[in-house]
């Protein structure tokens, strides 16, 4: 097998592993499904609970809000958290952000399931 096929093929068989999507700019980002490492846990946003945030070139009272189900798993422990864009939830050692989900609402348009990506930081806490 040539090394070409071979580094296909080992694409292949790691698609479902855990991906360490940490950018630059500190934000780790994932996609519904899909397995993210963040510090000691790993994160997997499961599905979006509400999505009312305020399309884009509309005028709003409200500004509406991003609610996803997600799934932590710290060592043997497994929990379902539910994570809301902008609010702090503690996690590990830390505290664990929604800071971005992509793309933003538009009038007249469907977000399917599939074209969510949401972006999370998280913050050790400091020793006292």
Same mark, same amino acid.
Request: net charge positive; with cysteine.
């Given at each position: 097998m040539n090394s070409l096929a071979m580094l296909v093929s080992? #694409?292949?068989l790691l698609g479902g592993c855990v991906g360490y999507n940490v950018r630059t700019d500190g934000t780790t980002r994932a996609r519904i499904g899909q397995t993210v490492r963040i510090s000691n846990f790993q994160l997997t946003p499961l599905e979006v609970l509400e999505d009312s945030r305020c399309p884009a070139n509309v005028q709003c009272v409200w500004a509406g809000r991003l609610r996803i189900k997600a799934r932590m798993?710290? #060592?043997t422990t497994t929990? *379902?958290? *539910?994570?809301?864009?902008g609010q702090d939830v503690p996690a590990g050692r830390g505290t664990l952000q929604l800071v971005e989900a992509r793309p933003h609402p538009d009038q007249g348009r469907t977000i399917y399931p599939e074209d969510y990506r949401f972006g999370f930081t998280y913050q050790t806490r400091k020793a006292n």
């Amino acid at each position: 097998m040539n090394s070409l096929a071979m580094l296909v093929s080992a #694409g292949l068989l790691l698609g479902g592993c855990v991906g360490y999507n940490v950018r630059t700019d500190g934000t780790t980002r994932a996609r519904i499904g899909q397995t993210v490492r963040i510090s000691n846990f790993q994160l997997t946003p499961l599905e979006v609970l509400e999505d009312s945030r305020c399309p884009a070139n509309v005028q709003c009272v409200w500004a509406g809000r991003l609610r996803i189900k997600a799934r932590m798993d710290v #060592g043997t422990t497994t929990s *379902e958290q *539910e994570l809301v864009l902008g609010q702090d939830v503690p996690a590990g050692r830390g505290t664990l952000q929604l800071v971005e989900a992509r793309p933003h609402p538009d009038q007249g348009r469907t977000i399917y399931p599939e074209d969510y990506r949401f972006g999370f930081t998280y913050q050790t806490r400091k020793a006292n």
